[in-house]
């Protein structure tokens, strides 16, 4: 039977409304939702993937697992033995030593419904704050500005005000590719009308900032200096709202005192940028009928990102542009449900509703509602310092869900350390190769995108249902459940009296409960329920009981929520980075995100198309200082900081400035050997948010002399469902070699192949032999061999009937590489055309270049064909409508304009 179900893209905080396809308990196609007021019926190349990603249920986690022992192999178990086992350590550990021994490390990825339970737990029951979540690596900065500034946390603004900007300012966010839906929205507001202004202040030049108005390549973690240095000009020359100050804001005369000092010119040296260029950015802002800014990790992944949002807050506030149509600070949150585990308070430093617990009063109100007594007054410990805590021993157990702090937190060589160290560890997972899986003790799989119902928030405070559109595959469960399970059996442990907190039986249980504690509060949903959210569609908070609809925009009226209704200014000091370059690191490391990949790839990573627009991961250096290092595109180098080191591929480029290199968050121990970007990163946090420095790291750069090299590839089965599990039998094989990467890559026929990179000064047979039995490669007669003993090359490829099936080049020393050959059998391969003559004729095949980038995902269109078509005169109608680019999802349209701009006007 075939059914439609609505519900929610599990991706970014765009929050898109999509139609799921399902036939026979499969999820078999997806659309944009037309009616969803996100995305009004578009996708990005990530949402209109996500079928793929649950084809197969190779690398799901189906069944509970248990080990009895650290040092032993992890055994399936049913739930309730898994459950049990959870719930009797955690109590034993909280008897022990006391509540604040145990943690819960969760994720802006979870529903509100399981996120709520969670919360419940940590401090209803448990009652210790040593809850946090990942969005401590990404929005507590905002968070912790909005509170500063305009005393409740959420942003002022909505997606309409994309549309009505008339200056846009984009500061520290890649919309383009991290926020594709809306960033369309913004392509066809300024196609419109041409005289809206585009500001982008990024260290690199992204396609965005291509195609700005004005790009201020600030050199790193410079924010504040550039927007104090833009205030200071607004300010002499006259160009405030002095009556909005007036009338609704606080210290303006201790920043205005501040601000003297960051004249123009001073503002521009610190940040490396032109003079000019600063003061034509002020005066888009301040002359502006509506001025927006748009900001994510560029300013919160910052030791300090606070003060970061503070500066820019700022600007709005002394120049109006808040609470108005089309203006104010608009904080893009990153995860699906970045801005629910807010609400809930999910948090070591907040209480549930937008309450602080410090606050007596707030955490009366929590316990009155939960009747419960005795909630801890003690900030729990923030993400860095929890792990520390586990490393120290002082937290001894703790629960890991959603979320894979092994890849994704800085400084993962820590990270690794405080779990190997932990009594106990559980984690709930919907993927079994994650880099945080091995430290499970216990193993709790969970249900995921399409499997789960509950709501999530977006990043314009809109609420959605999250609708399941089949079953959880094995045994896996929604984490709600799951947690609930657990928080019955702690309590009744805990406990003389009958349980009674956990009686949720539905995630609309738990909703309910969710909505009467928001009742009085700012973010007051006491109107919104699951009934009215299926039959109204998704809603913004607040709406109260009594409301007719949610509210737009907030602070219309100049009324902020702080005690006296004022804004704050803040008198904000630019400070360096927390680890300045010197003679030893002299690169500035920026990470960020990558257009078809997310996070750690445990989804994404499932789709060969998904790596065609950046098939292996790479470190991007200005090509001044490649040259003088002489480093030629593609060459290994070893990326190293005081933490940690790491091999990547350069790939040079003029988008980032001479002295800074970038690197993809993305790739991790699952795809590569080592842990990726975060070995080298900064555990440093900001002092208000206690957000890490993800953005900023001091490395050195060096040659890897590798000279022995490996491609090897492998094609799927049909459909190529099973590379998924070559890639696990792969996997345990990459951490072996100094540097070993692995994709998936779609081949002509609806087909995909597994291709494996690696090298190392030499590698033994017998790893060779290992590799060949993980591929799946033959032996006999089918396997086609080739040895140059005196070179100590080595070609093995692999026939299915007639066509190529599979290969492995390997070998070299200095002047000779044994991988010659190896993009040619990757033609073949991806061809799957049959090969006419004579087998032996394979190894005579000789160079060919790599095939080059796919820009267009939709339509898989290559760089070289659009370039072609470009110079064969086409305009970028042309190129939709002859090649196809960009006529789908849109999210290549950027750097398809980009290359379009690239060639001199006058061959256009
Ligand atoms: N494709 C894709 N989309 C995603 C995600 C994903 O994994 N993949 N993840 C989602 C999540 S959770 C998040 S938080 C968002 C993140 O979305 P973004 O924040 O937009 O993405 P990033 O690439 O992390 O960083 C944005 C930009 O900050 C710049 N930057 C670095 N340092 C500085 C600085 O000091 N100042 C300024 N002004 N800019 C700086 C980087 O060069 C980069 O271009 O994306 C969401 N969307
Ligand atoms: N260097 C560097 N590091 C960064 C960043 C950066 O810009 N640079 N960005 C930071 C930011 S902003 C973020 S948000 C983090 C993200 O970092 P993570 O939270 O580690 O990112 P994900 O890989 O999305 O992890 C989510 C995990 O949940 C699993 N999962 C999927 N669905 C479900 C489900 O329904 N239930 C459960 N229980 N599990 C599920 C997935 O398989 C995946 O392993 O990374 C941070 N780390
Ligand atoms: S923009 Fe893309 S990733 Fe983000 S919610 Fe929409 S479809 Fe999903
Ligand atoms: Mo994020």
Redesign the pocket.
Known sequence: MKTVTRSTCC????GCGVLVEAEDGRITGIQGDPEHPANYGRL???GRSLPLTVQSVTGRLLRPEVRATRDAKREPADWSSALDLVAERFAQVIERHGPDAVAFYVS??LLTEDYYVFNKLAKGLVKTNNIDT?SR???SSAVTAYKKAFGADGPPTCYEDLELAQTVLF?????A????VLFRRLEEAKAKHPDIRWIV????R?D??AMADLH?A??????VA?FNGMLHHLIWEGMLDRAYIDAHTEGFDALKALVREYTPRMAAEICGIEERALLQAAEWFGASPAALSL????????SHGTD?NLALINLHLATGQVGRPGAGPFS????PN?MGGREVGGMATMLAAHRDIGNAGHRAEVEALWGVEGLSDRPGLPAVEMFDAVRSGKIKAIWIACTNPVHSMPDIVRVREALATAEFVVVQEAFAQTDTVPYADVLLPAASWGEKSGTVTNSERRISRVQAAVDAPGEAKPDWWIVNEVARRIEAKLSSQTPTLFGFDTPQAVFDEHRRLTAGRDLDIGGLSYAKLETDGPQQWPFAADAVQGQARRYTDGVFATADGRARFHATRYLP?AEPVDARYPFRL??????????GMSR?GRVGALFAHAPEPALTMHRADATRRGFKDGDLLTIASRRGSLVLPVQISDD?ASGTV?A???WNGQFLNSGGINETTVPAVDPHSAQPE???AAVRVQAADLPWRLVAAKRGGDGGSDVLALHAAVQPLLRERRYASVRIEADENGGEMLIVSAADVRAPAEWLDRLHDALGLPRGEDLLEYRDARRGHEKRVAWHENMIDGFMLAGGAKGTSGTTGAAALIDRIREAAPWSGPRHAVFVEGKRAPRDRVICNCKQVTQSQIAEAIAAGADLAELKSTLGCGSVCGSCVPEIRRLYDAVPAAAH
């Open positions: 991706y970014c905080g765009v990005c190349t990530k802006g990825q990942n690596l990404c929005m500061a520290g966010s890649n919309m590719y991290a926020h594709p202040v990024d260290p690199r992204t965005m900032a201020l600030i050199q790193p973690g410079t924010d550039l900001y994510c990790m560029g300013l919160n992944q910052s970061k893009l949150t990153g995860q970045a980075v920026v990470t960020g995100r990558l257009r078809d990949q997310w996070h994404t980032v970038f993809p968050m993305h993800l953005k900023h």
